[in-house]
T-cell receptor, first 113, second 116 residues
Framework: SQTIHQWPATLVQPVGSPLSLECTVE??????LYWYRQAAGRGLQLLFY??????ISSEVPQNLSASRPQDRQFILSSKKLLLSDSGFYLC????????????FGSGTQLSVL | AQSVTQLGSHVSVSEGALVLLRCNYS??????LFWYVQYPNQGLQLLLK??????LVKGINGFEAEFKKSETSFHLTKPSAHMSDAAEYFC??????????????FGTGTLLAVQP
């Protein structure tokens, strides 16, 4: 069966520090991978998606970047965190053509202080 | 462009009462529509989805939603609320009809509180 792992579950980082959130998928190959952010009091926003290794599409300009070094690994990064980067980050995967059925990780609550 | 509007950021119902969470969408192509639930400290779970088959869609935990094209709505209902239904609910539309990327556009969410 397919599973998705996302870590860490919670993270507290000072402003200006770097960030690396990792997401891995098991039980499927060549998935589409996504990073979403849920900021306090706001809905979910798609940040990045990837349809293959090394292929990253950014949905909104921001202080974050994403990379896909392996087929089932998706990394969200920042060189210098801002206060506005605080939020709940969700990794998700889907198989192309599956009508948008996404499978989500358990999320990372990031607090930038 | 596609978008989703969820009316009411907070909804409170009594245990046993009807749950109605509203979702309206905008789409230039036939939409795929979804409801997700997020329990405290957990990730999202798919409740149900509409993909151009039956307009009344049944999901998990007794929830259902009806696609109404004339009203551009996809409201989520449950006849009788249970305490365990307290969570945040997100409506979403897929941006790629029949495509490969399956990006989702989410509404801002509705926090459902169930009172004893």
């Amino acid at each position: 069966s397919q599973t998705i792992h996302q870590w860490p579950a919670t993270l507290v980082q000072p402003v200006g520090s770097p960030l690396s959130l990792e997401c891995t998928v098991e039980g499927t190959s060549n998935p589409n991978l996504y990073w979403y952010r849920q900021a306090a009091g706001r809905g979910l926003q798609l940040l990045f998606y990837s349809v293959g290794i090394g292929q990253i599409s950014s949905e909104v300009p921001q202080n974050l970047s994403a990379s896909r070094p392996q087929d089932r690994q998706f990394i969200l990064s920042s060189k210098k965190l801002l206060l506005s980067d605080s939020g709940f980050y969700l990794c998700a995967w889907s198989v192309g053509g599956s009508a948008g059925r996404g499978f989500f990780g358990s999320g990372t609550q990031l607090s930038v202080l | 462009a596609q978008s989703v509007t969820q009316l009411g950021s907070h909804v409170s119902v009594s245990e046993g009462a009807l749950v109605l969470l509203r979702c309206n969408y905008s789409s230039s192509v036939p939409p795929y529509l979804f409801w997700y639930v997020q329990y405290p400290n957990q990730g999202l779970q798919l409740l149900l989805k509409y993909t151009s088959a039956a307009t009344l869609v049944k999901g998990i935990n007794g929830f259902e939603a009806e696609f109404k094209k004339s009203e551009t709505s996809f409201h989520l209902t449950k006849p009788s609320a249970h305490m365990s239904d307290a969570a945040e609910y997100f409506c979403a539309v897929s941006t790629n009809y029949g495509g490969a990327t399956n990006k989702l556009i989410f509404g801002t969410g509705t926090l459902l509180a169930v009172q004893p």
